[in-house]
Every structure is written in structure tokens, then in C-alpha cells.
């Protein structure tokens, strides 16, 4: 580099400051230096031509050293003063610099120092505003590069300070400004002070934002809400912001609202369980109820988003600001509009629009609906859910059974289509009648059958078998099993039908006496033992009971579960089907016959029983057939008796 006088290189510096700033390197610098120096050398001898005085004491050798031949102060002195002159700045420190000048790509940042610093344009994204003159922290990262650049950052600057500048907007309650970076899941990113924080999304606005990417690559005006200082999470509200105003809005239209008022609203978001509607700062409420007259599966069948309606004012709280409003009251209640000549008996023609466990909801008109009880679907007595006869969407004809235009009820039956089976029920199913019928339910104390639908009956568990001693109808039979009845006893007045299945057979117990009678010997097979005592099962299918004490054989041993005996009726009772009977009397008798032979002819011991049918299982019924054979042998014995 050419060698200058230190003096006028300050001079042309400050003077000329603008056109240093544009050189690209020192080659530059020092064409630009020579050329303003002759300038200004040739500029002053041509003003001062006339009046030069050549001074024969001006030090040319110091000048040529580049010294100020002309001061009695020292290089080094100037120096001093020309450093003076400048700020002290360290590098990694932030200072605050003023805007001298910008592009699409950079901005000029003054700091005070002895050049300028360029940062990019792209650190100044989230304040599109900033201009000419603007004052702007930025972070020395080097004074001077291999170029003689100074470096700064402006980004660099704002994290380092962000985190304080954050604290003190959160407890200042300061407005800031943040760059919408992009979308994120429930919300999106905001650049605030070179820190990432997050906006929730219904921190964006006072009502529900359906497309986020609008907002990103805006700067908006936010205020902080809440910071984690140990994760170090900021989060941001813009709608903060104009709740304020919106407060003041809400209690002003509040103090102008009057029930029964119709006002103009626009659907501002759509729920399962109504419309909010916005009224102009302040929403409310249309539930799904007061939407229609008619049942509302779903609320977009009635509004769309975004439209404006006209509601009416149903409630409002000042204080909860809350407003309850209806659409529905627009329109004359349907019942009003009902057919005046309906009557009760009348048959009408709906859809089902609602399914319940006890019934169904039938609509017979748009908001005129009638509730058809499950007992109203079917003569038959047997409780069944109301799926099981209709569904939703069904078209039923109904009568109508009760109606009251006031309470705005109606009751719908649909059995009262078909003829009352019970109004015939004694020419058709007379008293001693035999039918089939089919088991529906068991009970402790007998059997439920359905003669046809919508005429049931009992079977009583003692009418189900003359000798099966049955402690449940289930060890009988079982349900949807067809069984034969008869008719025993009608109630036509409670729909009642008592019914019996042994009656199909003659009663066996009649002819049981003589084969069975008191003192008779007969063979047995113990099938159940128990504490009281033990089942044993006679001829015929007969049981009979003996107690422990008439158990104990001879030579003092219990029996065993499956012996078969010989045994003594001890008493027969035909009213309550019981047989006792008894082993040890057998061989107690015969001992006392022993010991007193007088007794032989008054205590004669009874022959065994004509009756040698092979002992049947437990479970044989009393057959037609054995009943027959029965009687036959009862009439030889009373002839023989005869004779």
C-alpha cells in the first residue's frame, strides 16, 4: 500500500466515508485513497495558486516517512486522537447500532466503529418494518475478517438477550411481535426473540381456525402467556390480544338482549350437541334440541358453517355470558297444526325415529310423535325388548290409545290391529281340552307354555307328573320343547291359564292302594340315601321313603346306595302320593311272632304283593299300558276277595 500522510488519510476517510464502503478489498481501497488525495492536492493548489508562499522549513524527508511535517504532535499522537474518536467494542458482546442502509439481501448496521457491519436481510424476517434509521441490537462475532469486514449478527444478538427479553414481556405484560415460522400438531411455531414458542391453536383467534396456513410466513402481534423455566418453553396467545376489546363488545350487546328477541347470527362451529352461532362478539348457543320440532340425528342436517340464520333469544346469563338461543321458535309448534278430528281409537301411519329398550318413539307427523310401549306390540304376556318386534326407519300402522294435546303426548299401540286372542279364549280352549303347547320359561314352582301367541299358561310343578317326586320343571323337560296339556282353569279376567300334563293319564294312585296297601311286602332298590333317610324305587315306578331307623338291618348293618331290600309299607297316604315303608319291621315282626305264637294269628303277617312288575329305573314313567294292567289286577284281587 501507498504511503500517506496519517492526517490527510483521516481527513479522506471521513470525507469520502461512502466511497470506502463500496470497495471490494484493499487494492481498491488504496486506488480510491491516491485518487481523492491528487484530487484534493491539485483542488488546493488551483484555490490557493495565488497565495502559495514556499516554506523553506516544511520537513520533506518526514513527510515522505508519513509524518506530519507540518505539526510539532507525533504520529502516534494523531493516532490517539483518531482511535479516540471511535467506540471501544469486544468481540462477543451485544451493542446496539443504527440502519444506515438496506436491500433486498442485506442491511448496513453503524455500531460506532470504524466500518460498518452488513447483516443479512433474513435476520430481519420477523420485522418486515424495520426501515432506515431503526435501532437494532446486534453480536460482534469478529471486529475485522481476512477482508477487513466487521461481523455481526442481529440474530445472534436477540438469543442472547431473548431469554430475559421473554421473563421481562411476560411480566410487563408487553405486546411483541413474532414471525410465524410454520404448522406444528395443535398449533404452530412462532419465532419470538430468536426463540422457538409455541401458539396453540385456539390461542389464535376468539373463534375456531379451520386452516392454520394462512398465518405461517406472517408476522403477528402477540402477548407471552406462560413459560416453563426449566424447559424452557414459551407459549404465545394473539387471541389474548383482542379479548379485551371483544370483553367490552360482549357487554354491550349483552346489555341490549331481551328474550323472545330475534337476532341475526353466523354459524360459527358445529358439535354433536348443538350450534354455536356468533352474534357479533359474543356467541351462543342453539342446542340440539331447539334446532327442529322433529328429531336431529345430526346438527349439519339444519345449518351449514359460516351461514348466517336468524334465532331467537330462549335464555342468557349476564354474568356466565352465556345465551341460549332457538331456531326451532321460529315456526309454529306441529302440534298446533295436528289434525283436529284425531281422536283416540283412530289408526295412523308412522315412521319409527327412536328405539328404546320399553318402546319405540313412532312419528306420525314432523314433530308430532307417539310412544308404542313394548306391551302394546303383542298380545302375549311375555316381556320382550321392543327390538325384537320393529327398528329404527320401520313404517307401522298404530292405534292411537291415549292423547293429550296440552302435555303434547300420545300413546300408540299396535297389538289392537289383530283380534284380542282372550276375548274367545273359553269356546276355544275350553275347560278339559287337550293341546299341544311349547314351554317358554321355568319358574321354582312350575312351568310358563304358549298355547298360540298371545295365549300362555302355567303348568304347576305337582300337575306335571302323577309318581315323579320333581324338585325343578327342568329335570321334566326343557324350554322351546313341545308338551301336551290340559285345560284345568280359565281367568279370563287376568288372562290366566292353569294347565296340566298328567291329567292326560288316569291317576295311577287309585290302583297304588290296593297293589300298595299297609302291610304288604315288597322289593326295592334304595337310588338315594340322605340324613333323613333314603328314595327307594318300587314296582311301577312307584318311591317310596324310609327313615334311617327303619333302614338298619338285622344284624345292625346300614344298607348301601344301590341294595335292593325287602320292604314293609308302613303307611300309604293317595292324597299326598307318599309311601313309607320300613326293612326292620320285617324281621321285628317275625321275632315277636316267635316269642309270642298267640300273635301269629292276630299279627299275621301280610302276603307279599301280587304286584312282581320288575323294579323300574327312577326315571320310568307311569305308562297307559301299566295303568291298564293295574286295574286288571286290582279287579282279579277284588274277586278273589269275593269269593
Same mark, same amino acid.
Given at each position: 500500500?501507498? &504511503?500517506?500522510?496519517?492526517?490527510?488519510?483521516?481527513?479522506?476517510?471521513?470525507?469520502? %466515508?461512502?466511497?470506502?464502503?463500496?470497495?471490494?478489498?484493499?487494492?481498491?481501497?488504496?486506488?480510491?485513497?491516491?485518487?481523492?488525495?491528487?484530487?484534493?492536492?491539485?483542488?488546493?493548489?488551483?484555490?490557493?495558486?495565488?497565495?502559495?508562499?514556499?516554506?523553506?522549513d516544511f520537513n520533506w524527508e518526514s513527510f515522505e516517512k508519513g509524518e506530519d511535517a507540518g505539526a510539532t504532535r507525533s504520529v502516534e499522537e =494523531?493516532?490517539?486522537?483518531?482511535?479516540?474518536?471511535?467506540?471501544?467494542?469486544?468481540?462477543?458482546?451485544?451493542?446496539?447500532?443504527?440502519?444506515?442502509?438496506?436491500?433486498?439481501?442485506?442491511?448496513?448496521?453503524?455500531?460506532?466503529?470504524?466500518?460498518?457491519?452488513?447483516?443479512?436481510?433474513?435476520?430481519?424476517?420477523?420485522?418486515?418494518?424495520?426501515?432506515?434509521?431503526?435501532?437494532?441490537?446486534?453480536?460482534?462475532?469478529?471486529?475485522?475478517?481476512? !477482508?477487513?469486514? =466487521?461481523i455481526l449478527s442481529h440474530k445472534k444478538a436477540r438469543a442472547a438477550r431473548s431469554w430475559d427479553r421473554v421473563n421481562e414481556a411476560l411480566d410487563t405484560d408487553e405486546i411483541i411481535k413474532g414471525f410465524v415460522k410454520c404448522r406444528t400438531k395443535g398449533g404452530m411455531i412462532v419465532d419470538v426473540f430468536g426463540i422457538e414458542a409455541f401458539l396453540p391453536g385456539s390461542q389464535i383467534d376468539v373463534k375456531p381456525i379451520r386452516d392454520y396456513d394462512v398465518f405461517v410466513g406472517h408476522t403477528m402481534e402477540f402477548k407471552i402467556v406462560k413459560i416453563?423455566?426449566?424447559?424452557?418453553?414459551?407459549?404465545?396467545?394473539?387471541?389474548?390480544?383482542?379479548?379485551?376489546?371483544?370483553? /367490552?363488545?360482549?357487554?354491550?350487546?349483552?346489555?341490549?338482549?331481551? !328474550?323472545?328477541?330475534?337476532?341475526?347470527?353466523?354459524?360459527?362451529?358445529?358439535?354433536?350437541?348443538?350450534?354455536?352461532?356468533? =352474534?357479533?362478539g359474543v356467541d351462543g348457543l342453539i342446542h340440539i334440541t331447539d334446532l327442529s320440532w322433529g328429531r336431529v340425528a345430526r346438527p349439519e342436517e339444519i345449518v351449514e358453517l359460516d351461514k348466517k340464520i336468524n334465532v331467537v333469544i330462549i335464555d342468557f346469563d349476564d354474568e356466565k355470558k352465556r345465551i341460549a338461543l332457538g331456531l326451532k321458535q321460529l315456526t309454529p309448534h306441529p302440534w298446533q297444526a295436528l289434525d283436529a278430528n284425531l281422536k283416540i281409537g283412530d289408526k295412523v301411519t308412522g315412521k319409527v325415529?327412536?328405539?328404546?329398550d320399553y318402546g319405540a318413539f313412532v312419528e306420525i307427523a314432523p314433530g308430532v310423535e307417539g310412544l308404542i310401549?313394548?306391551?302394546?306390540?303383542?298380545?302375549?304376556?311375555?316381556l320382550r325388548s321392543a327390538q325384537d318386534f320393529m327398528k329404527v326407519g320401520d313404517e307401522v300402522d298404530a292405534v292411537i290409545l291415549t292423547l293429550d294435546r296440552a302435555e303434547k303426548k300420545m300413546s300408540l299401540g299396535v297389538k289392537q290391529l289383530r283380534p284380542d286372542p282372550w276375548e274367545t279364549i273359553e269356546a276355544r280352549f275350553p275347560l278339559g281340552s287337550k293341546?299341544?303347547?311349547?314351554?317358554?320359561?321355568?319358574?321354582?314352582?312350575?312351568?310358563?307354555?304358549?298355547?298360540?301367541?298371545?295365549?300362555?299358561?302355567?303348568?304347576?310343578?305337582?300337575? =306335571?307328573?302323577?309318581? &315323579?317326586?320333581?324338585?325343578?320343571?327342568?329335570?321334566?323337560?326343557?324350554?322351546?320343547? /313341545?308338551?301336551?296339556?290340559?285345560?284345568?282353569?280359565?281367568?279370563?279376567?287376568?288372562?290366566?291359564?292353569?294347565?296340566?300334563?298328567?291329567?292326560?293319564?288316569?291317576?295311577?294312585?287309585?290302583?297304588?292302594?290296593?297293589?300298595?296297601?299297609?302291610?304288604?311286602? /315288597?322289593?326295592g332298590k334304595i337310588i338315594d340315601l340322605m340324613d333323613k333317610g333314603a328314595v327307594i324305587a318300587l314296582s311301577y315306578g312307584v318311591e317310596g321313603f324310609a327313615t334311617p331307623k327303619h333302614l338298619v338291618k338285622a344284624d345292625g348293618s346300614q344298607p348301601k346306595l344301590g341294595d335292593k331290600m325287602e320292604f314293609k309299607v308302613i303307611e300309604f297316604n293317595r292324597e299326598a302320593r307318599r309311601?313309607?315303608?320300613?326293612?326292620?319291621?320285617?324281621?321285628?315282626?317275625?321275632?315277636?311272632?316267635?316269642?309270642?305264637?298267640?300273635?301269629?294269628?292276630?299279627? &299275621?303277617?301280610?302276603? !307279599?304283593?301280587?304286584? %312282581?312288575?320288575?323294579?323300574?329305573?327312577?326315571?320310568?314313567?307311569?305308562?297307559?299300558?301299566?295303568?291298564?294292567?293295574?286295574?286288571?289286577?286290582?279287579d282279579k284281587m277284588e274277586e278273589d276277595a269275593a269269593k
Open positions: 500500500m501507498q &504511503k500517506y500522510n496519517i492526517f490527510s488519510i483521516i481527513f479522506l476517510f471521513l470525507e469520502k %466515508k461512502s466511497y470506502l464502503c463500496g470497495a471490494k478489498n484493499f487494492a481498491e481501497i488504496d486506488n480510491i485513497l491516491f485518487n481523492l488525495l491528487i484530487n484534493r492536492v491539485l483542488t488546493f493548489k488551483m484555490e490557493n495558486s495565488r497565495n502559495i508562499v514556499p516554506n523553506d =494523531l493516532e490517539q486522537t483518531y482511535d479516540k474518536t471511535l467506540n471501544i467494542v469486544k468481540e462477543k458482546e451485544v451493542v446496539l447500532g443504527t440502519v444506515t442502509a438496506m436491500n433486498k439481501r442485506e442491511v448496513v448496521v453503524n455500531i460506532g466503529f470504524k466500518s460498518d457491519g452488513v447483516v443479512p436481510m433474513a435476520e430481519f424476517r420477523y420485522n418486515p418494518d424495520i426501515k432506515v434509521g431503526d435501532k437494532v441490537e446486534v453480536f460482534i462475532e469478529n471486529q475485522e475478517d481476512r !477482508k477487513g469486514q =466487521l416453563n423455566q426449566d424447559f424452557k418453553n414459551v407459549v404465545v396467545s394473539h387471541k389474548a390480544l383482542i379479548e379485551a376489546e371483544l370483553e /367490552q363488545q360482549k357487554k354491550e350487546i349483552m346489555s341490549r338482549l331481551e !328474550k323472545g328477541q330475534v337476532v341475526e347470527g353466523t354459524v360459527k362451529n358445529i358439535t354433536s350437541y348443538g350450534v354455536f352461532v356468533d =352474534l357479533g325415529v327412536v328405539m328404546a310401549h313394548v306391551s302394546e306390540m303383542s298380545w302375549t304376556q311375555h293341546h299341544k303347547a311349547k314351554v317358554c320359561n321355568f319358574t321354582n314352582f312350575g312351568v310358563f307354555v304358549e298355547i298360540e301367541e298371545g295365549v300362555d299358561g302355567l303348568i304347576h310343578i305337582s300337575d =306335571l307328573s302323577w309318581t &315323579k317326586k320333581i324338585k325343578h320343571p327342568s329335570e321334566f323337560t326343557a324350554i322351546g320343547a /313341545q308338551i301336551e296339556v290340559v285345560v284345568l282353569d280359565i281367568d279370563k279376567e287376568n288372562r290366566r291359564l292353569s294347565l296340566g300334563h298328567k291329567q292326560l293319564e288316569e291317576n295311577p294312585w287309585d290302583v297304588y292302594e290296593t297293589l300298595f296297601s299297609v302291610g304288604s311286602i /315288597q322289593e309311601i313309607i315303608l320300613s326293612h326292620s319291621r320285617i324281621y321285628e315282626d317275625e321275632q315277636k311272632t316267635a316269642e309270642d305264637p298267640t300273635a301269629a294269628t292276630t299279627n &299275621k303277617p301280610a302276603p !307279599k304283593s301280587v304286584a %312282581k312288575k320288575e323294579i323300574s329305573s327312577p326315571k320310568e314313567k307311569t305308562t297307559l299300558g301299566d295303568i291298564e294292567e293295574l286295574a286288571a289286577l286290582r
